[in-house]
C-alpha cells in the first residue's frame, strides 16, 4: 500500500479479502528503567508546530498552561483508577453476542486476545524469539501481565515488555502485579511523556491499546514508532477512531435520535456525569482531560505513516446505549433491553457497510512495508472508514 499525505485519503487498498468460514485466521504478518522518583509531576514539554493539514483547534501547543492543566487533570483521575476498562453488563451482552464470533473467524474472540494472537503469531518465527516488546500508554499494565503470563504458558521464555506511561501510580500498581505474578524479569518500567516519546532501539512489537486518543502529538509519535520498528516489526492498535472528544458526528445523531426517543426515561441518566439528558446531549470528553483529544485524525494518519496487515473496524451508535455513560441503565438479562440493543446494532452495522456511518473503534495490525490486507468486509477498508471533517 503506498503512502499518502495531507489528510491521508488515496484510492483502494492493495487487495483485501475476507476470510469465508469460522477456522479462517487473519496470517501475522532496553531502555534501562527510570525510577518515578526522578522525574516531575508534569514533565516539561518540547513545543510542537501543528503541521498545516491538521486543525489548529484540536491541537494544544505542548509547552502551553493549557497543556499543563490537562496534563495534570489526566494525572490525577488515573491516579486511584484501578479498573480502566471496568464496563457495564450490556456491553457484554452485545460483545459476546456480536463481536465475539465475528471476531473468531481471525483466531480471537476480543481484543485482548488479538494482541496476545499477533504476538504469539510473531514470536512463532524462530527468526523473532529474541524480541523487544513496548507497550506505549500502558497504564496499570493489566493487559501486558495478562499477554506475559500466555506467553510463558505458551513456551516463550525469550521477550521483554517495557510499559510506558505518564502515570507514576499506575506504573507502580503495574510493578506490583509484575512482581506478585512472578514475572518482573520480563519487563522495565519507565515514566514518560508519550508525546515526545524517543525510541532507545528497535522493537519487534510495538502495542497501543486505547492510548492514542489520548495524544496530541501524534504526527511525532506515528514518526517515532516507525524508527522503532524491525524490518519485519509489528504495531498493535486497539482504539477509538471516532470524532474528537468521543462526540457523535451529525450523521450519526440523527441515526441514534429515534433510538433515544424510545429509551425509557431512567435510562437516559448519563451516569458519568451525575445528569439526566432528555434530548442526547453531544457532550466533549476533551474539555478538561486528553479523552479523544485527536480521535478522528488517528485514522488517517495510520493510513499515511503506515500499511495495514489486519483492520477491524467496528462500532458507532451502538455505543451510546451500552458504554458507561448510559449502560448501567439497561438490564443485561431484561428481554425489552436486549432486543433494543439488537436493533440498535442492526442500524449500526448497516449504516457503517453502506457508508452513512463512519466507525469508531478499531483493532488494526500495521508494519513498515508492503502488504496485503485483511479486512473485517470487504467495504471497510481504512480509506473507506475515514470521515472527512
Not at 523487544?132 to 501486558?144: A, F
Not at 524508527?227 to 441515526?255: C, K, T, Y
Not at 486528553?290 to 493510513?303: K, N, S, T, Y
Request: aromatic residues 12%.
Amino acid at each position: 500500500m503506498k503512502q499518502i499525505s495531507g489528510q491521508g485519503l488515496i484510492a483502494l487498498i492493495k487487495s483485501a479479502f475476507q476470510p469465508s468460514d469460522k477456522n479462517s485466521e487473519a496470517p501475522p504478518g532496553v531502555l534501562p528503567e527510570i525510577p518515578a522518583e526522578v522525574l516531575p509531576e508534569v514533565l516539561p514539554e518540547v513545543p510542537s508546530e501543528a503541521p498545516s493539514e491538521v486543525s489548529p483547534e484540536v491541537l494544544l501547543e505542548e509547552d502551553s498552561s493549557e497543556y499543563a492543566l490537562k496534563l495534570q487533570n489526566e494525572q490525577s483521575f488515573y491516579k486511584d483508577c484501578t479498573n480502566v476498562h471496568d464496563l457495564p453488563d450490556i456491553f457484554h451482552y452485545w460483545s459476546n453476542k456480536y463481536l465475539a464470533p465475528d471476531m473468531e473467524r481471525f483466531g480471537f474472540t476480543n481484543p485482548d486476545d488479538f494482541f496476545a494472537h499477533f504476538i504469539k503469531a510473531y514470536l512463532a518465527n524462530p527468526k523473532h524469539r529474541k524480541t523487544r516488546i513496548v507497550s506505549i500508554g500502558s497504564g496499570n499494565c493489566d493487559l501486558e501481565l495478562k499477554i506475559s503470563e500466555k506467553l510463558v504458558q505458551w513456551g516463550f521464555k525469550d521477550f521483554i515488555f517495557e510499559c510506558i506511561d505518564i502515570n507514576k501510580d499506575m506504573l507502580e500498581r503495574g510493578r506490583e502485579a509484575v512482581s506478585n505474578a512472578g514475572l518482573a524479569d520480563y519487563f522495565l518500567f519507565n515514566r514518560g511523556d508519550f508525546n515526545k516519546w524517543i525510541p532507545s532501539g528497535k522493537y519487534g512489537i510495538v502495542l497501543v491499546n486505547q492510548a492514542l486518543h489520548h495524544v496530541t502529538n501524534l504526527e511525532g509519535l506515528f514518526e517515532s514508532i516507525k524508527q522503532s520498528l524491525e524490518p519485519e516489526g509489528l504495531f498493535l492498535v486497539s482504539d477509538m477512531i471516532g470524532r474528537n472528544g468521543h462526540m457523535r458526528w451529525p450523521e450519526a445523531l440523527e441515526a441514534l435520535k429515534p433510538f433515544w426517543d424510545e429509551m425509557p426515561e431512567d435510562y437516559r441518566n448519563n451516569r458519568l456525569l451525575n445528569r439526566y439528558e432528555e434530548q442526547y446531549i453531544n457532550h466533549d470528553c476533551s474539555t478538561e482531560g486528553f479523552e479523544g483529544i485527536r480521535a478522528q485524525d488517528i485514522l488517517p494518519l495510520l493510513v499515511e505513516h503506515f500499511n495495514f496487515s489486519f483492520f477491524y473496524p467496528y462500532g458507532n451508535i451502538v455505543f451510546v446505549p451500552i458504554d458507561r455513560t448510559f449502560g448501567h441503565n439497561f438490564n443485561a438479562n431484561a428481554d425489552w433491553d436486549r432486543d433494543f440493543i439488537d436493533r440498535v446494532h442492526a442500524r449500526d452495522e448497516a449504516g457503517l457497510i453502506s457508508g452513512e456511518l463512519k466507525p469508531t473503534s478499531m483493532l488494526a495490525v500495521l508494519t513498515c512495508s508492503e502488504t496485503d490486507t485483511v479486512l473485517r468486509h470487504p467495504a471497510l477498508s481504512p480509506q473507506h472508514c475515514v470521515r472527512i471533517p
